[in-house]
């Protein structure tokens, strides 16, 4: 319920005061003492006499330019005591809110004029404290999170080694001959320890991603070389279903990257694309060089995803269909383990898709090598940081009604790529955007998503269609 305006506190409290009497100095004092003064030279000194009349009237011109220098002078010393009582408060609060925005919760303020500008820098004050504590309460707990789930995972996998290697031992008959049933059920057994070993070792990678503990060793590589030996490692498993691959690379010389992270990246996304894809279709990996970085994408022609699994597609444990992942296998991880990969070179990975004709996975990998790793956040859901940036371009391109407009389509599950694309289009069509900030308005939503390239790729086709005389 909104509170009833307090009249007492606005009439008489401190900032309110300052400015009635600056509006009484400005606004009424000297005008009045101005007019005054010029008056009373005007009818008691006025002779007709011309050589009087003329030293009269220079009087009166000095008396004038006296009076605009005092106003001057005047306005200097007010303005000065605005600066101080008003201008300066604000900007200092300015200042400290843009860095309490980037997250530096140790800014304080330090306004002493002793009015409602100084409860207000005590409030800032106060409410910096708080989300430092918390800052500091989540840090540890971050922390506490990367260690369980670091001795966890090692505490785990511990046991899994030698039981795996007892289980090996008696399906090899090493103890003696099984019967039919005794070796299903030890093939079941060894098929959970495998799945219960990958999961252990996802975590364990989950967790040096985390902690910037992630090994690269970079060194001058083929591309080609890469994603050919990928391709020969992944078409046993796509022979099973009768699937082509069709690859096209651009010709670039060797680049220092990490060939062994490049191909587990591949390898993900290229067994997914398996997974979800029909019997006998094609899966098409690309390698594409552009201004400072090498894009590659895995596009295939299976069941699609739906805008709302686009933006969650990459957080953990998220099943884009929960029976259908059942079904074929898979923890959940293995695209969260991708985005962490990537993200850690400074590169971007992102999907295009629609619901029943196929996805497209793109990922980024930079010319120059990154050789300080940074710890990336991974078990925390990425939507609700894409969302909120959404949600901020919204605003920037249509005000406050951005905000109802946003979660009207968050609520219809439409905060895809495509989606948002078609909306921006809608409102061009209706003129309720203007070319140029529509094109702006796409440029931003494809930054969220990852998509700097397709801007850089656009610009060169263009070019290239310029030099060729196309228009």
């Known amino acids: 319920m909104k509170e009833p305006l307090d009249l007492k506190k606005f009439f008489f409290g401190r900032i309110n005061a300052k400015l009635t009497l600056l509006f009484l100095l400005v606004g009424v004092v000297t005008p009045c003492i101005g007019i005054t003064y010029i ?41 000065f005591i605005i600066s101080h009582s008003f201008t300066k408060p604000i900007w200092e609060l300015h200042k400290a809110a843009q ?40 840090l540890q707990l971050d922390k506490a999170k990367a260690e369980f789930l670091s001795i966890t995972s090692h505490e785990l996998r511990t046991p899994i080694t030698p039981l795996k290697a007892q289980l090996q031992m008696l399906q090899q008959e090493y103890f003696g001959k099984l019967t039919e049933k005794q070796k299903e059920s030890l093939k079941i057994i060894l098929r959970n320890t495998e799945r219960l070993n990958k999961i252990i070792e996802d975590f364990l990678e989950i967790s040096r991603i985390e902690a910037a503990r992630l090994k690269f060793t970079f060194r001058k590589t083929n591309i080609h070389e890469i994603v050919n030996e990928t391709i020969k490692f992944m078409e046993g498993f796509a022979a099973e279903k009768n699937i082509k691959f069709v690859v096209t690379t651009d010709e670039f010389p060797d680049i220092e990257v990490d060939p062994d992270r490049i191909s587990q990246v591949l390898r993900n996304l290229i067994h997914n694309a398996i997974k979800f894809s029909p019997l006998g279709s094609i899966i098409e990996i690309r390698t594409e060089i552009k201004t400072n970085h090498v894009q590659f994408s895995v596009k295939d022609q299976g069941i699609g995803l739906k805008s709302e699994d686009q933006i969650s597609v ?9 029976g259908l992942n059942r079904k074929l296998g898979g923890t959940g991880l293995g695209l969260t383990i991708c985005r962490g990969i990537i993200e850690a070179q400074k590169g971007k990975i992102w999907v295009e898709s629609k619901s029943g004709y196929g996805s497209t996975f793109y990922f980024t990998i930079p010319l120059t090598p990154v050789y300080e790793i940074e710890p990336i956040k991974m078990l925390f859901s990425q939507k609700t940081e894409i969302e909120k940036k959404l949600q901020d371009q919204f605003m920037v391109a249509l005000g406050p009604i951005g905000i109802v407009e946003f979660n009207e389509l968050r609520n219809k599950h439409a905060l895809s790529r495509e989606d948002l694309f078609q909306y921006i289009y809608f409102l061009e069509d209706k003129s309720i955007l203007r070319q140029e900030h529509a094109n702006e308005f796409k440029r931003n939503i494809g930054k969220i998503f990852g998509e700097e390239c397709q801007k850089e790729e656009n610009e060169q086709n263009n070019e290239g269609m310029k030099k060729r005389g196309v228009r």
């Open 39 to 79: 008056y009373l030279i005007a009818n008691s000194f006025i002779s007709q006499n011309p050589e009087i009349f003329l030293q009269q009237q220079m009087f009166l011109n000095v008396t004038v330019l006296i009076i605009i220098i005092l106003i001057a002078v005047n306005s200097i010393i007010l303005r």
């Open 99 to 138: 860095e309490l925005e980037k997250g530096n919760f140790k800014v304080r303020t330090n306004i002493t004029t002793n009015d409602e500008f100084t409860q207000l820098s005590d409030t800032f004050n106060r409410s910096a404290l708080a989300f430092s504590k918390m800052d500091e309460e989540r």
């Open 314 to 322: 990459f957080e953990p444990f998220y099943q884009v269909d929960g």
